[in-house]
């Protein structure tokens, strides 16, 4: 594979550099920031073109109706966390929520992680006060330290290279655990059923054992392929999308090799800016972050920007409201783009917009909030003849205690609250979330 450089028309592609860019650390050492780059430019890309390919396939099936996605992992990365356990818990978590959602729909689940890439994060302001010192604000391990200190806390390159390498040994463990006995339905299954076996789970235990003598989970045409898991992460930093974009020999188009899937958040969806340029000519399948302030003809906007063929599977849009905004919010955006008759998948984010001050000063979300905004997005969806096509979670197969609520009343924040930044649903609140969707859906009730 041959670097952007190469193409005869290359200067399209990195056309973004002339826009504005938002989100972008205010690097203090720009020979270092060179020197990183050019690293990234000689390294091997993460993930390959077929690949992404197999991915856009898969999608065009969620957008179709046809399949659902199941996407979660880490609201952000840490460099100093990269560990075969937490890699293969959270795996195989997703997994087990494939499994459930699986059986509750009767259709092919796709999964993702949010991993191997996921070390930047947009933030609201630029810089942190505590005691009177004001300092640069946290903004991912791939561009400084959590810790409140200003050596720490100041930009650094190097990190770009650090990342790159923290995310090749977690796509080789994931590919690893895509190869092993614990990638199999049999694993997922077993993780279901202990699940539901006691405590407050019992009462899905009729459900998990429905999901349990229903079969035919595995191969591509069943409900669930063992082991097949893409990597995503927001595309944030672009001189480290750009420094990783490489392009295909067959096809001749540029991907970006740090991930089988990109999305754009919230903060840099403007159609006229470098983050949507970028995504534009690149053909790795997409997603958009949506929320509330979006207009429909913004929406349609960014549609056609980044989607211009109209082509299932090439756009995802991920809707995150709120769970009380959901239902007055979202309804026109989804006749807007039904009508006008745009191929994309709407998959429902229930996390950013649910994130809640707790008395000890963390970051929490509430359960029910969670599951009132997804409960929402499928009404909306159903109400508007548009498929609702996956969850954007942000979840950790590690023993956390994070999110508050769920049917293990979990209310000690500082008991395991380990994330660097937004809340994730454990293990336990994670299942739980997919059981009662599946009872909805299954059933009917939305209890």
């Not at 993930?47 to 969620?62: G, I, N, Q, T």
């Not at 790159?164 to 895509?178: D, F, K, P």
């Not at 235990?205 to 591509?220: E, H, N, V």
């Not at 336990?428 to 939305?446: I, P």
């Amino acid at each position: 594979m041959t670097t952007v450089a190469d193409l005869p028309d290359a200067h399209l592609v990195q056309s973004w550099r002339a826009l504005p860019a938002r989100q972008q650390p205010p690097w203090p050492d720009r020979a270092a920031l060179d020197a990183a780059v050019a690293t990234l430019e000689a390294s091997l890309p993460l993930v390959v073109p077929r690949e992404c390919d197999r991915l856009r396939s898969r999608l065009a099936e969620v957008a179709r109706g046809e399949a659902f996605l199941v996407q979660g992992g880490d609201c952000a990365e840490s460099l100093d966390a990269v560990n075969a356990t937490s890699i293969s818990l959270t795996s195989g978590l997703l997994q087990q929520l494939a499994t459930v959602l699986g059986y509750a729909l009767s259709r092919p689940t796709v999964t993702v992680a949010r991993m191997a890439g996921q070390y930047a994060k947009p933030r609201s302001k630029p810089t942190e006060v505590r005691d009177g010192v004001e300092l640069p604000v946290y903004r991912g391990d791939m561009v400084n330290g959590h810790a409140f200190d200003a050596a720490v806390r100041t930009p650094d390159p190097h990190r770009l290279v650090r990342a790159y390498h923290a995310s090749a040994a977690t796509l080789n463990l994931v590919r690893a655990y895509g190869n092993s006995e614990s990638a199999g339905y049999a694993h997922a299954l077993e993780g279901v059923l202990a699940f539901a076996g006691s405590g407050p789970a019992a009462r899905y235990r009729t459900l998990a054992r429905g999901i349990a003598g229903a079969g035919g989970f595995t191969g591509s045409g069943g409900w669930h392929t063992p082991g097949e898991l893409f990597m995503s992460h927001e595309a944030l930093l672009l001189d480290y999308e750009a420094a990783l974009t490489r392009v295909d020999p067959v096809t001749g188009h540029p991907y970006a090799t740090s991930g089988h899937l990109l999305w754009i958040g919230e903060r840099t969806r403007h159609p006229d800016e470098a983050h949507v340029d970028y995504c534009a000519r690149i053909a790795n399948p997409l997603a958009v972050k949506v929320g509330p302030s979006v207009s429909g003809d913004e929406l349609l906007r960014l549609v056609d920007r980044l989607s211009p063929d109209n082509e299932p599977g090439r756009l995802t849009l991920v809707s995150r409201m709120g769970a009380g905004r959901v239902r007055e919010a979202l309804p026109a955006l989804v006749e807007r783009v039904v009508k006008e008759g745009r191929a994309v998948a709407w998959v429902c984010d229930p996390m950013h917009g649910n994130t809640v001050t707790a008395p000890t000063g963390h970051k929490t979300r509430r359960f029910t909030d969670v599951l009132d905004e997804l409960m929402g997005f499928f009404e909306v969806l159903g109400c508007a003849g548009a498929h609702p096509g996956g969850v954007h979670l942000e979840l950790t197969g590690d023993d956390v205690t994070e999110c508050v609520g769920g049917g293990i009343g979990l209310e000690d924040l500082d008991s395991r609250y380990l994330s660097l930044c937004d809340p994730r649903l454990s293990r336990e609140q994670s299942l739980e979330l997919a059981f009662r969707l599946a009872e909805r859906l299954t059933t009917g009730g939305a209890s």
